[in-house]
Nanobody, 127 residues
Framework: QVQLLESGGGSVQAGGSLRLSCVPS????????MAWFRQAPGKQREGVAA???????NYARSVKGRFTISKDNAKNTLYLQMNNLKPDDTAVYYC?????????????????????WGQGTQVEVSL
């Protein structure tokens, strides 16, 4: 059972930046497909950014050009650098991981494709 621990959330003003981190309990970052999802109050969980085992990346249209997903294999850590934050980015952000099976490779933003989830970290962006 892989456990994921997120950190780095907080409150910022619009235009600010935050960097989220996700550390798995096992050496997962290098071997698994991983992603960041978010869920705002009253809304469905949505995929934000994903990175495959071959380091291919995918971004939601709403964050492309502002967010960057990356991983440090030596530190076994997944990151999400968030720049130029907007109030609409306010949500709980979740880290997700899944062995690199076909389903998650083809549908990186399908929440049901991921087995392992973190507890989430809150991000609040104010005007």
């Amino acid at each position: 059972q892989v456990q994921l621990l997120e950190s780095g959330g907080g409150s910022v003003q619009a235009g600010g930046s935050l960097r989220l981190s996700c550390v798995p309990s096992e050496s997962t970052v290098n071997a698994y497909s991983m992603a960041w999802f978010r869920q705002a109050p009253g809304k469905q969980r949505e995929g934000v950014a994903a990175i495959g085992r071959a380091d291919t990346t995918n971004y939601a249209r709403s964050v492309k050009g502002r967010f960057t997903i990356s991983k440090d294999n030596a530190k076994n850590t997944l990151y999400l650098q968030m720049n130029n934050l907007k109030p609409d980015d306010t949500a709980v952000y979740y880290c997700a991981a899944e062995p690199p099976v076909d389903r998650v490779q083809h549908f990186p933003f399908m929440a049901g494709a991921y087995t392992y989830w973190g507890q989430g970290t809150q991000v609040e962006v104010s005007l």
